[in-house]
């Protein structure tokens, strides 16, 4: 699946991201790990046409769903069994991005969360495109 190499290559950004001496580095994984969870579920939509066959699922349709992110999550779970778990840790550090990407407070994103975060995205692709990731410390 040639598709999913910079899904790879994503999470293998994150990893040196992290080993950097970069007093924001958590905020730029944090953007790059969400980042990487939406295109993995545009790069599943588009490229399972068995679950999501074309002309229903047209470039019109995809940027309809993809206009908000549970329309998006709503139609992969219809599909994928996801566990809840993954999908509301999703959600909640998606809604953490949006803080300091759409709103006036800054918020902290600590070791705790990347590590959180990594591991969702990092279940998420293995479900969707069977990739397998090394844990992280």
């Given amino acids: 699946m040639p598709w999913t190499l ?22 730029i994984i944090l953007i790059l790990l969400d980042s990487n969870f939406e295109i993995a579920l545009k790069e599943f939509i588009v490229h399972r046409s068995d679950l999501f066959p074309f002309p ?3 470039d019109a349709k995809i940027a309809e769903i ?5 329309l998006v999550l709503n ?14 840790k999703a959600k909640h550090y998606y809604g ?14 600590t070791d705790r969360d990347i590590k959180n975060y990594r591991a969702v995205v990092a279940k998420t692709l293995n479900i969707l495109f069977d990739l397998n990731f090394p844990k992280s410390a």
């Fill in 6 to 27: 910079g899904l790879v290559e994503a999470m293998g950004a994150v990893e040196l991201i992290d080993r950097l001496n970069l007093e924001t580095k958590n905020r």
């Fill in 56 to 58: 229903k699922y047209n």
């Fill in 66 to 70: 993809f206009s908000k992110r549970h």
């Fill in 75 to 88: 139609e992969i779970k219809s599909r994928v069994d996801i566990p809840k778990e993954l999908i509301e």
């Fill in 96 to 109: 953490l991005r949006n803080k300091f990407i759409h709103e006036r407070a800054t918020v902290d994103v």
